[in-house]
């Protein structure tokens, strides 16, 4: 019998779709939560290995033959040590891969990162450990490892007190050119977040204090001497790392208060002279809504002015479908051979809100050109698609993952 | 393989539209009626003046609103509550929330009476329907019976055979067969890059009806053939019976041809040349669309218009095969071949020469 058609929001069973077509799903043998972390690995053999990071135990990390992207297979798969320990960022550089490691509070181990050997992906070869554990550290949050030189991370350390214990991950170097003894080279802390700084603790955001930490800690090969970094309460920071051994501050835009905080990624787009900084939604129901993928000015570099947000979708129709709705990810142009990168089409996560393509031509007026929302994963606790991460790669296609249980979804754009 | 693109694809990304025009008792009802049933409309949009018309029966209703009917086969059909260009903004934005489904073309039906280019205007000029929607193509009905008489004597009609670029002839079944060819030959004269189909009881195929328009900068040549359709000029004007009946009132003035250029053109020897044609016979361009070779564009440039709206020009990624003469359709009202050409070899020869 008939039903009315208006005034209806999405429904969570739904697919919705403009531009993006649906090429395969994995829910990878029911352990399909995914954090942020995602890689791909060009084999020697000529495979396409997607490395994905789990987002909770008691899985570390899986492997997935994306090479035939209507096929997906997965490699291997492997096991935490311990429940409270998570991975939830990797990255892949030629045939090593390095993954974080974040205990579920301070003191506790395995906090730090691994680097492993894959040039067999069906058996990852552990190279060394990097131990970040610490009674005040809870380990690496994120990892950016794109030149297989230096990891560049959010992390604690042991010698680290943090003047508020929400603030324990800042942003270290570590060499890796001997990949069997990682050193750290260098350091960086919103000043007034170490015990002993010479200036006061920054005030705490009163409604969403989630920490002033790094999050995303990104250098690439068009500015070697540039660190861009989301620091959640902290905002947007660009440091100068011409010398590793003393990053100094460039530039840092605060916009929270009044925004509701948790700036996650800063993603240079060089030639245009454009930041796109990304929000992370923390709160389910939109508790912390809006929040938003910016586009921001970067002529001066030490003067950011932002200058337009990605449209977003209607927040009365997805933000009470369950869990969190607002900006994630972005497919961050990894440098890397594998990676699709582009100046003008930028792809992101939105959990509830599903994976998103926008165009930024006009960095003025952000046009969506593309989503995907999947219906919500048949094993998720919380009744909608949480769609956490999103990979691009350069046959322009878009692998993105849902937090909790959906796994890996391939989809094509047709734009 | 080749790396894509990491621009978008500025045609792509756009949910194509195509408009179905017809005069009053051309069949429109009964075309419409046959496509919302048919299986290959599944997840098309249809916008209708009425639903009392078409008569959806109960059964194949999935649901439906005042001003909604989602179909059994996936079809979405709905009425134009205020305006066209309202209802087309709406049906994005709810597409975009969910409230429907996830429609990816749409066909619009116009009132017999109608005007189709105000239509095709309303595609251009509205900056988010132009970002979401692009014309993909105007299907024409004309009626075998009353389509000859109303040629002659309505402008509107004559209008609306001339901006097509599907003509679909509807109730020969009921027509004499030299009725039919008559009107034929007639169609042929007045829009030979139209191509032609003959319905019965409505009976189109939905093929035939869509994926006109140029619908990727990575379009074949095939793709542009099935859109500038070259077979209508395939026989030399003046070669049809069609030229020896009876002149009608309204359509003698409407003339369509294709104009080839051998060499390339600059963007500004080509706009301007367009801009004087507007600016002077706005009223009179019908119809224009064409492929143009840019110096300098990596492919040929996609252009289209009516009267004095051009949308955007859109380039395409790269050129296929030898010949890349520009070639362009005009379908003008009392306006030659003779005098759009002179005009065109006149702003050649005043372009500033490059150095």
Known sequence: ?415 | MQNPAPTRDSLAGKLPVSLITGFLGSGKTTLLKRLLRDPGMNRAAVIINEFGEVGIDHELVASSSEQMTLLSNGCLCCTVRTDLQETLRELFIKRRAGEVIDFDRVFVETTGLADPVPVLHTLQTDGMLGAQYRLDCVVTLVDAVNGLQNLDDTPEAAKQAAVADRIVITKSDIAPPAAVATLEERLQRMNPYAARTVAINGEVDVAFLRDVGPRSTRATPRDLDRWLAPSGEARPEGAYLGERVRAGAHDASIRSFCLWFDKPFTWDTFSAAVQVLTSLRGPDLLRVKGLVHVAGEPGPVVVQGAQHVFHPPVTLEAWSGTDRRSRIVFITRNLSRESVEALFAAVGTLAAPRS
């Open chain 1, 1 to 415: 019998m008939a039903s009315t058609l208006q005034g209806i929001g999405a429904r969570p069973d739904q697919t919705l779709a403009l531009n993006m077509k649906l090429l395969s799903h994995h829910e990878l043998h029911g352990f399909g939560g995914i954090g942020e972390g995602m890689g791909m690995q060009l084999a020697r053999d000529g495979r396409r290995i997607l490395w994905l990071a789990h987002e909770s135990a008691p899985k570390n990390f899986t492997a997935v033959d994306v090479t035939d992207p209507k096929k997906p297979q997965v490699v291997v798969q492997t096991e935490l040590p311990h429940a409270k320990v998570r991975s939830n960022s990797l990255d892949v550089v030629g045939d090593t891969m390095a993954v974080a490691y974040q205990a579920s509070a301070a003191g506790m181990r395995p906090a730090g990162f691994d680097l492993f050997d894959i040039s067999t992906p069906e058996k990852p070869k552990l190279i060394s450990h990097f131990d970040a554990s610490g009674p005040h550290s809870r380990g690496v949050h994120a990892v950016w490892f794109v030149d297989g030189e230096f990891i560049h991370m959010a992390s604690g350390a042991p010698d680290f007190q943090p003047t508020h214990p929400s603030d324990d991950q800042f942003y270290r170097i570590v060499d890796v050119r001997n990949p069997s003894k990682p050193a750290e080279v260098g350091r960086w802390w919103l000043p007034g977040t170490r015990v002993g700084d010479n200036v006061p603790p920054p005030a705490r955001h009163a409604k969403f204090d989630s920490g002033f930490r790094a999050h995303n800690t990104n250098v690439f090969p068009q500015r070697p001497d540039r660190a861009y970094v989301g620091y959640i309460s902290g905002g947007a920071v660009i440091l100068d790392i011409s010398d590793k051994s003393r990053p100094k501050l460039v530039a840092h835009w605060r916009y929270s208060p009044p925004y509701t905080g948790f700036t996650h990624t800063v993603l240079p787009l060089f030639e245009r002279e454009l930041l796109i900084v990304s929000d992370e939604c923390v709160y389910s129901d939109g508790k912390d809504w809006p929040k938003l993928v910016w586009v921001v000015d970067a002529r001066l570099e030490t003067n950011p002015v932002p200058i337009s947000t990605f449209p977003m979708p209607p927040v009365e129709t997805f933000a009470k479908n369950g869990g969190r709705f607002g900006a994630h990810n972005l497919h961050e142009n990894l440098p890397v051979p594998g990676s699709w990168r582009s100046d003008s089409v930028i792809v992101g996560t939105f959990f509830g809100g599903g994976v998103r393509a926008f165009d930024v031509s006009n960095p003025y007026q952000p046009q969506e050109i593309a989503y995907f929302v999947p219906p919500a994963p048949r094993l998720s606790h919380v009744g909608s698609i949480q769609l956490n991460d999103v990979y691009v790669d350069d046959r322009r296609l878009v692998f993105t993952v849902d937090r909790f249980a959906g796994g890996l979804y391939v989809l094509e754009m047709t734009i």
